[in-house]
């Protein structure tokens, strides 16, 4: 039912410059309806976020695809997400590495996450529900991480977990807007690409904003 509407939101992806095949091809693999509230179903294949409870969001279509562009995975890495959210990108970045660690702060979405993607038989992935901005040194370290919230700043953790030429991706700035950066260690040294303007919810943790204000504002 949702076929055509998720080839063509492939299709414009493509058409806003999305140029590698294999992220094409796992957006045009993976059922975006099922990560979304029933009511929220019809949709699914526009190119916006929408709520998922918890006052959270699965992000952006094109967003997504700019970053696991970025990380230019060949099928070979193991991959460190924060923010399993929904577990949509969980299913895509499944699609694209070897093999997935996702971190979700919050135990209702980790656990929800974690139901579906075995109920869609989403192979080689692990959610853990813990605080991302520390990372998960345990199975460091990654060939890729990605964040899917805003940090204040670049977590420490996180580039201590990243492999020799391994890709970082995450939005760094404050709630009103972002810059998505990406990060490639070489060596002791980072470099660093701005890749855009970007508007994700807060990075909350030891490493990331302060827990919510009770108005929903986030401190540092
Ligand atoms: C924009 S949503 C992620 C959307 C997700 N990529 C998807 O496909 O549905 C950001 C997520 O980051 C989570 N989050 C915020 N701070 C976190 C932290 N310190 N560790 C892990 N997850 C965190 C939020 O609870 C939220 O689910």
């Known amino acids: 039912m949702y076929d055509e509407a998720r080839h063509e939101l492939t299709r414009m992806l493509r058409r806003e410059g ?130 899917s919230a805003s940090a204040p700043y670049v977590p420490d953790a996180l580039v201590r977990q990243l492999d020799e030429g391994g890709r970082l991706v995450l939005p760094v700035g404050p709630a009103e807007g972002q810059e998505l950066v990406l990060l490639v260690r070489r060596g002791h040294g980072l470099r660093r690409t701005r890749l855009g303007p970007v508007r994700f919810v807060p990075l909350i943790g030891a490493e990331g904003w302060g827990a919510p204000f009770s108005n929903g504002a986030a401190h540092p």
Do not use: C
Not at 25 to 45: G, I, K, T
């Open 18 to 147: 999305i140029r590698d095949e294999r992220v094409l091809a796992a957006f045009d693999h993976v059922p975006r309806e099922r990560f979304v509230p029933p009511e929220q179903r019809e949709r699914a294949y526009r190119d916006e976020p929408l709520p998922i409870g918890e006052g959270q969001t699965i992000s952006q279509p094109f967003v997504v695809a700019l970053m696991l562009q970025a990380l230019e995975l060949t099928g070979r890495e193991r991959v460190l997400e924060v923010g399993t959210g929904s577990g949509y990108q969980t299913a895509l970045l499944a699609q694209l590495a070897v093999e997935v660690i996702s971190l979700e702060r919050s135990p209702r979405l980790a656990a929800a996450a974690t139901a579906l993607l075995a109920e869609l038989g989403v192979p080689r992935v692990r959610v853990f529900q813990a605080d991302g901005s520390l990372g998960w040194p345990a199975a460091a370290p990654y060939q890729a991480i990605v964040v």
